[in-house]
Structures are given as C-alpha cells and as structure tokens.
C-alpha cells in the first residue's frame, strides 16, 4: 500500500519510562491523518540492526511518499533535522539487546556516509514561523539513531524500486525542553515543509565545531 508518510520513533531505553521521539510521533500521526493524510507509524526498538530492518521492512511495504524517522538527543536545546548519517557504530551505552559496537560499520563497505534527503532548512524555517527552536544538526551520533537513518539513506539510495522516496531523520530534545504536543505540532510543520519543498532554502545553517 502506498502512502504520503511514514514516521517513526523509538521505545524507551536507559531505564527511562518513554521516549520523546515516538510521543511527538503518536501525536502527530493522528493529526496529519484529521488532515487526510496517510500515514504510518512505528515505533522501532533500540538496537542495533534490529531498528533498521524493521525501518526497511515498513519502506517496502507501504512505499511512502516521505520518510521522517525521529530519535531522543537529550541534553539538546532544539529540534534539530539531521545532514549527514556516518557509517559508523560505536556505542557509548549498551543499546536495549546488551549490544555495544565499536569502530564497527553501519553496512559494510557502504559509503563513508550519506546526505538526508530532507530539506532540512526548510523544516527549520517551519519551526522558526511556529517559535519552536530548532536548528541543523550536522551528525546524528554514532548510536541507534544514526544507525537508522544511516540504513535508511543507504536503503534508498540503492534499491532503485524505492526511487522518488524522500527521507531522512531529526532528533528531539527532552521533553523538559520541548514538550511532547510542542514536538508533535513542530513535526506536522516539519512533514509540511518537507512535502512543500522540492529545493532547500539557502540560508546558513553550518556550525563552527
């Protein structure tokens, strides 16, 4: 079955009772679909692997016309769309299975890494018209979360079948810093933003380190 999006976010993990990411999800799905969207979500397991074969089973399966997977950046004071996924694991905490990789890659021998295919500036600015921080982030770490979105550039990037999906991953801060119906009304602006664009804006969006 084909769709407009897929979300996804993650189950809780570190001990912590829920995670920020698939609240902001479970928010928004049913907001964008009032709107006559269709859309799917899950809500993928901290792991290793596990996480991106089940992001590349639910592409294939409703081949969406947009992809946006979400994951919790605590410490972070924004929302923050990603640019680059690196093929790389190196765990600072094990992950839900006891699994903590190091120096390990994503996919062997894939590229060094992969661009989003978000127009994450445009998202930004979206969150900038609804005063919700939000900024560029230009690596998604070297943990689960970049493991997706890793997985999912590679996906699309590689099977042609998949050609014309766009897709690509932002991080949410804690919800001390924005809220969960905050999170959910900055990415129902953000699947607006990125449905709307077709070339990114130029506007600055680097970082000094």
Known sequence: MTIDVLLTGFEPFAGAAGNESWA???RAAPRLRQRGARVAEV???????????????????????????????AGRSAI?????????RDARIPDNAGASPVDEPVVEGGP?????????????????????????????GTYVCNDVFYRLQHLLASDEALAGIRGGFVHVPSADVVD??????????????????????????????
């Open 24 to 26: 902001a999800v479970s």
């Open 43 to 73: 809500e993928l397991p901290v792991e290793f692997g596990r996480a991106g074969d089940l992001l590349e089973q639910a592409v294939r399966e409703h081949r969406p016309q947009l992809v946006i997977a979400l994951g919790l950046a």
């Open 80 to 88: 923050t769309p990603e640019r680059v996924a690196l093929n790389v």
């Open 112 to 140: 060094v890494g992969y661009f989003t295919g978000l127009p994450i500036k445009a998202m930004v600015s979206a969150l900038d018209a609804e005063r919700i921080p939000g900024s560029v982030s230009q690596t998604a």
């Open 180 to 209: 969960a119906a905050t999170a959910a009304e900055a990415l129902v602006a953000m699947v607006d933003a990125a449905q709307g664009t077709v070339v990114d804006l130029a506007r600055s969006g680097g970082a000094e380190h």
